[in-house]
């Protein structure tokens, strides 16, 4: 295998690194960067708990090389509070105990965030669809829906 | 036990039943919550498993010096390296079998051997080097086909118990049991309408986010640390100390955030693995499984084949119930079929009850624990049944339930007298609901059903450490695996009369606490959370004898109210009242640190039941189901933080709705499972749901100081009827197999066409 | 096992060419990193085409649209004018995998990958969508449905790569739809899919159409005798019933974890006649 370098920005913030060619997204954020915010469910794209954002395009990091984000903008988790004060989202998941075991919780900020970003204001369906793509198996969904719809009110007045 | 078990009658909480946040959430909205496969350590290596691919195969050979000569391996382990220290617990001895095979493989998914390298790729690269010569045998995954007389046998050792005379010839029935009282013979002969009905429910898992992950580091001396998500750190150090001969305090464990368990890690199976390999190299070792591996290799639940008779009078009252049930639980003993004979007919007051279980093993994963263990396979069974039965009686299902219903002082199907219970209360409420009356339109369809758990006690160990702030750390053994760290504080709050974010808890290490049984039976804010309560009450004797002290008075004079030590009445003397900060302030200069503490093994865990409405829509043309309306009534005893326990009436109903419409083991011709992810084990996604509407109950049980009765498990008891049944409504079909899959309900749909036309 | 990231197709083109092991086209990655990532490929080349600007077009002309290899999914729902001429083609891209696929997926991977069960490609058949080609020998285009050869194949040479799809441009009164049955209501690979496209003469009668079906063979199929079944009406209920019968007598389906042979038979049959319907609506509300 021959090593890659690569320059990319991580929640804004300028990285470097080197990576095996084979490697994903997910494995440098994890292994090499220490960032293990986004979680491995699956590693086939189909439970959303490594969701990032690329260049503010949701996908999921386990589907993403490593060495493809040359040049381009990594939003992970760890990049959803601003400072002390947690973004909206955050603050409802945990009013409204969106989250039992929390494995899945930053799969589901980061792409609820992403819905949000696009669609300020979502019906439940329209989350629902949104989130599909994120498995969570302790809270059947219901709070989450509501925490979103709710974080989604507030983000709307402020 | 001093426990005054009337107060929860009449108890004004303060903070019990409010919905502060979780202690630990911030980490866990953050990112910053470890879990199992986030760990590292120096030095660290790589584990991998290599796995038979065979459903049943001997195993004649196994060379690995190709693996060993790659440079970056630095162990290899097989069964060699796991000799039978077991010393005739042949419980532990199945353990020991399924976490590395030894003279066979028993399904597929099995480990065989396992490597630690320096790096994930060539740890991978390793596994291909080692060389495993099988033998294929002959392979049976099917419940019903493993009891046949000419199927492949597992195990040489298996004649099975509990029937007279006991077999000479090895099988693959580990176990008879037997349930009941009455004579159901005789209860039949009294009945004027008899329905028998035979049910077939697929294995499913339990479908954490997290796999299995844990990072072992021992060295030459034997002493050791793990870092695991598991459902019970303690559990995990005394099995795998066991397995490995290791001194049991010698080995501390801590228990990571925990991404899931529903009784699936609530035993070891990559953990004495990567003690091994650490052992071996010298070094720290990683394991993590694959989400395949999760699949193939961890402990889903028994797939079941069931025979349920039951039989009315023509008003209505149940005279005989009987039931068959049949449990494969993988390549083991120990399927759960003892709780699915005992929990069939546990909602019903019933003269006559039996209900038999067998215990078979077959070539499939051994089973784990999931979430009411046993009890909702025979629930689809008994629930459906009892619906058909109350619309030929002519009686709407809900009044048929109501006038057969267990409750107080009845002698229920497993043995015991019911104290007070829930279940007629949960039904009320079901028919005074909005949801029960609301409208439906064509092809939709309104079913319920009702179920029952045990509960659990057990083992806990709780250490309450007052600060000289007066803030108090509370540490538990118990792993917080739904947000019991909250319920926790909360309780310990409420007895000490302090503010909810005034008390902050841990998870403690199996090095740092006494033995705490595994988060499992939904025991942890039952057992954990009594513990906490007659921990901070040990505090609470403490800081009135400091009070005491300071005010020159007997211990005897100071009585504790709302949050502060008085003197017990005038006599007592004249003391301004001194609150747990002040007294904590001083606790320097009166002798010390002040800490209350609890030991136990409790008892006295409350039975809960739960009554779900469930309305679905079904597509006649393509056999969709789409779940429309849920209602989830549960009896919860009491509620300490009503947001957690609304989420675990809501999980486990949408676990249940997913196992009743599409989630299932798919076995091909060669014992190999078809769908080993996410992609096509079919987990309900959020689109697939509607709300789940709560309803929380509180008939406060005797055996807790606040009335507490587990909440976890009995919600994924009544789904599998409930959608049953409601697809049955809607359509006309009775569905007597899970999952309700769209391909079986279409093939239903079009055999009832041709009844229908043929009657025409 | 090495990463490129050319610039043309040319070089992309030449690496693919000139590699003596295993090379991949690397678009979206949302089948490819599954397949690495489970072993079930163990490339010695990956060929990142994102950066060569034609992939990540799309370009409407007077003969009809042109979208660029590694066009996502999710830039395929936000282009209002493609979603407006070809809506059938679009709701298919739109249905593969979650939002998170949906920012990574492209049509030209789904029809790469060559899965008898591609959502897009139902779709892509009954718009008549064809292939550009780009190769060590220049350009060629073909018709979509010569792309996949077989469950994983392709008929893609050494070197080649598809630089883009081409989709017709509109004719007045057309309207195409696709539909899928999944057990869930997302996350899950078609146990059916097809594609209906049509168009209407003046009076509403159907004077052209095309049908494809997915998961139903181990290639998608186009129908003609079920474009046949409905040209020349204005599908009624017998023409309705024509075209259903037509669609489950081509399936060749088989048993798998998915689905069985007959529920594929039965369903591909339902599904039609509602894409057909849906097809009409549009068409009969285009311009």
């Known amino acids: 295998m021959s090593a890659v370098t690569v320059n990319a920005k991580i929640n804004g913030d300028p990285v470097e690194f080197v990576c095996e060619p084979d490697e994903t997204l997910l494995d440098v954020l994890r292994n090499r960067l220490g960032m293990t915010g986004a979680k491995e469910g699956c590693s086939t794209g189909d439970c959303g708990a490594c969701s990032v954002t690329i260049d503010g395009r949701l996908t999921c990091s386990c589907l993403v090389l490593g060495a493809e984000v040359e040049g381009l903008n990594i939003g992970t988790i760890e990049g959803m509070a601003n400072g002390e004060k947690l973004h909206p989202l955050q603050k409802k998941f945990l009013e409204h105990a969106a989250l039992q075991c929390g494995v899945c919780t930053p799969g589901f900020l980061v792409a609820a965030k992403s819905l949000l970003d696009h669609n300020p204001k979502p019906t439940e369906t329209e989350v629902r669809f949104a989130l599909a793509g994120n498995l969570c198996r302790c809270t059947g969904y219901d709070k989450i829906v509501r925490a979103v719809m709710d974080a989604a009110a507030e983000m709307r007045r402020a | 036990m001093p426990l005054d078990n009337t107060e929860s009658q009449t108890r004004k909480f303060k903070v019990i039943g409010t919905r502060p946040i979780r202690p630990d959430g911030i980490d866990k909205v953050t990112g910053r919550a470890r879990f199992g496969a986030d760990a590292v350590a120096p030095g660290m290596l790589i584990g991998r498993v290599l796995r038979s691919p065979h459903a049943h195969a001997r195993i004649k050979s196994i060379d690995y ?124 002969k009294r009945a004027d309408i008899v329905i028998e009905r035979h049910f077939r429910t697929e294995a499913t898992h339990q479908g954490y986010i997290e796999p299995h992950a844990c990072l072992a580091n021992v060295g030459p001396d034997g002493q050791g640390e793990l870092w695991v998500c598991t459902q019970g750190h303690f559990m995990v150090r005394d099995t795998c100390a066991r397995l490995l001969g290791m001194d049991i305090t010698k080995l501390r464990v801590t228990a990571s955030e925990i991404g899931g368990g529903f009784g699936g890690k609530t035993t070891v199976f990559i953990e004495p693995v990567a003690l091994a390999l650490s052992r071996k190299a010298n070094r720290p070792v990683k394991v993590v499984m694959s989400r395949e591996e999760v699949f193939k290799a961890t402990g889903p639940t028994s797939s079941s084949s069931i025979d349920v008779k039951i039989g009315c009078t023509k008003d209505g009252r149940i005279v005989a119930g009987d039931a068959t049930l049949r449990y494969q639980g993988g390549a083991f003993p120990g399927s759960p079929v003892e709780f699915g004979a005992m929990t069939a007919f546990a909602q019903y007051d019933l003269e006559n009850v039996r209900a038999v279980g067998y215990d078979v093993v077959a070539n499939r994963p051994k089973q784990a624990a999931y979430r009411a263990p046993g009890a909702p396979m025979a629930n689809f069974a008994v629930e459906s049944v009892i619906e058909e039965m109350a619309h030929k009686v002519g009686m709407e299902p809900i009044d048929f339930r109501i006038k057969n219903a267990a409750r107080e002082g009845t002698h229920s199907s497993y043995g015991p007298v019911y104290g007070p219970i829930g279940l007629l209360a949960t039904l009320q409420k079901a028919r005074e609901h909005p949801h029960f009356r609301a409208p439906l339109g064509k092809n939709q369809g309104r079913g319920m059903a009702c179920g029952f758990w045990f509960n659990f006690g057990g083992q806990s160990c709780v250490t309450l450490n007052v600060g000289v702030d007066g803030t108090v750390g509370l540490v538990t053994g118990s792993p917080d695996i739904g947000g019991s760290r909250a319920s926790m504080c909360l309780m310990a709050a409420e007895e000490l009369g302090i503010p909810y974010d005034k008390v902050r808890s841990v998870v403690a290490d199996t090095g740092s606490l006494g033995y705490n049984d595994v988060t499992d039976g939904s025991r942890t804010t039952f057992a954990t959370g009594m513990a906490c309560i007659l921990a901070a009450r040990d505090a609470i004797k403490k800081l009135c004898a400091r009070a005491a002290q300071i005010w020159g008075i007997p211990e005897d004079a100071v009585v504790w109210e709302n949050g502060h030590a008085r003197p017990a009445g005038a006599n007592a003397g004249n003391f301004e009242p001194m609150s747990l900060k002040e007294i904590a302030a001083q606790a320097p200069s009166t002798g010390g640190p002040i800490a209350g503490h609890h030991e136990y093994s409790a008892d006295g865990a409350g039975v809960s039941f739960a009554t779900h409405i469930c309305d679905s829509e079904v597509d006649p043309e393509t056999g969709f189901t789409k779940i429309l309306r849920y209602t989830v009534l549960q009896d919860a005893g009491k509620a300490i933080h009503p947001s957690y326990v609304e989420g675990q009436f809501q999980g486990g109903a949408v676990q249940g709705i997913g196992w009743a419409l599409n989630e299932e083991y798919i076995y091909g011709k ?62 006309g079909v009775r569905m007597t197999e899970t999952p309700i899959s769209p391909p079986k309900l279409l093939k239903a749909l079009e055999s009832l066409g041709g009844m229908k036309k043929a009657a025409e | 096992m090495r990463y490129e990231r050319p610039n043309t197709l040319q070089a992309a083109s030449q690496l693919l060419a000139k590699e003596k092991g295993s090379a991949y086209v690397l678009a979206g990655g949302t089948d490819l990193l599954v397949r690495l990532r489970t072993g079930f490929v163990e490339p010695d080349l990956i060929v990142d085409i994102k950066r060569v600007a034609v992939t990540r077009t799309i370009a409407k002309g007077a003969t009809g649209w042109k979208i660029g290899a590694a066009v996502t999914g999710a830039e395929l729902g936000e282009n209002a004018a493609l979603k407006k001429a070809w809506p059938g083609v679009v709701e298919a891209a739109n249905l593969i995998g979650s939002k998170q696929v949906q920012g990574r997926c492209t049509m030209t991977g789904n029809l790469c990958n060559a899965s008898p069960a591609a959502d897009s490609v139902p779709a892509l058949v009954a718009a008549g969508a064809k292939a550009v080609i780009v190769g060590p020998k220049g350009r060629r285009t073909i018709p979509v449905e010569q792309v996949p050869v077989g469950p994983g194949k392709t008929s893609l040479k050494k070197g080649e790569i598809i630089e883009s799809l081409l989709l017709p441009a509109r004719p007045a009164r057309s309207g195409d739809a696709y539909l899928r049955f999944i057990p869930r209501t997302e996350m899950d690979i078609a146990v059916v899919g097809v594609g209906v496209s049509l168009t209407l003469d003046a009076k509403g009668v159907v004077k052209d159409a095309r049908v494809a079906l997915g998961a139903v063979a181990p290639t998608v199929l186009l129908v003609p005798e079920a474009a046949k079944a409905i040209i020349g009406t204005k599908l009624d209920a017998r023409a309705m019933d024509a075209l259903a019968a037509a669609c489950s007598a081509a399936c060749k389906p088989i048993d798998d974890k998915r689905g069985t042979k007959d529920y594929r038979i039965k369903v591909a049959g339902v599904l039609a006649k509602r894409a057909a319907r849906i097809a009409l609506d549009r068409a009969k509300g285009s311009k």
């Open chain 2, 65 to 188: 010096s190709k693996a060993m000569k790659l440079a970056g391996v630095k162990a290899v382990v097989t069964k060699d390296d796991f000799p039978d220290k077991t010393d005739g617990d042949a419980a532990l001895y199945d353990v020991l079998y399924n976490v590395m095979a030894r003279e066979k493989a028993l399904y597929e998914g099995h480990a065989v051997a396992a490597v630690a390298a320096t790096s994930a790729a060539i740890a991978k690269q390793a596994l291909k080097l080692i060389k495993v010569d099988y033998e294929v045998l002959p392979h049976v995954t099917d419940v019903d086909e493993a009891m046949k007389p000419n199927a492949p046998v597992l195990h040489s050792k298996i004649f099975t118990d509990g029937v007279e005379p006991k077999p000479k010839k090895a099988s693959n029935v580990v176990r008879r049991y037997e349930f009941g009282h009455g004579d159901v013979d005789a209860g039949f």
């Open chain 2, 670 to 731: 060669d014992g190999r499972l078809q769908n080993a992810g996410f992609l096509d084990y079919r987990i309900p996604v959020c689109s697939d749901l509607p709300m789940i509407d709560t309803v929380i109950l509180e008939i406060p049980n005797p055996g807790h100081p606040y009335g507490v009765r587990g909440v976890g498990e009995t919600s994924i008891v009544p789904p599998l009827a409930a959608v049953a049944n409601s697809v049955s409504a809607a359509v």
